[in-house]
């Protein structure tokens, strides 16, 4: 079965840094969502990826898919604590039913 | 539109009391599907529908059961509490067709004694 390593599992950054979290897929990606999750609460959408090579951004974030290396990276440029929170990758796991699956999360601390 | 809902938002059960969450969405998707979320986990699928009528089992299915009589609701039922579902339950929801957004609930908080 697929499955996906994020790193790092958690990350406190000071306000006004850069940062970035990776997720890697141990199958090939042929879809992955990007969603964070404030403490407590549900999951918000961010964005996703559907081809090799594809960037998208919004505000401040930045998320790029690497086909080849079956993998996700999400940046975060001038962080902010409107940031903070657990931020999921999930992709779409193989067959035809088009079921989600999800990394671990990465817990982002971003210190004023 | 409210987009998924689901009650209740916190639940507490002792071992083996039997409940139902309940969710429910109005934007007309096809495909909806449970998670429950622990603490080094992620997220990991319950059960999901492709349609009305329609059900399947994700990974961990044990100790739950589900229907889809209607397109906009698709609870999940817990028939014999047991301390290790203790979890957050989502709901999501989307267009049948991959490749699309899936939108989440805000989550129902549930506690076994």
Known sequence: SQELEQSPQSLIVQEGKNLTINCTSSKTLYGLYWYKQKYGEGLIFLMML??????????????????????????????????AGIYLCGALAGGSQGNLIFGKGTKLSVKP | ???????????????????????????????????RQDPGMGLRLIHYSVGAGITDQGEVPNGYNVSRSTTEDFPLRLLSAAPSQTSVYFCASRWRASYNEQFFGPGTRLTVL
């Open chain 2, 1 to 35: 539109n409210a987009g998924v809902t689901q009650t209740p938002k916190f639940q507490v059960l002792k071992t083996g009391q039997s409940m139902t969450l309940q969710c429910a969405q109005d934007m007309n998707h096809e495909y909806m599907s449970w998670y």
């Open chain 1, 50 to 83: 559907q081809k090799g090579g594809e960037e998208k951004s919004h505000e401040k974030i930045t998320a790029k898919l690497d086909e080849k290396k079956q993998q996700s990276s999400l940046h975060i440029t001038a962080s902010q604590p409107s940031h």
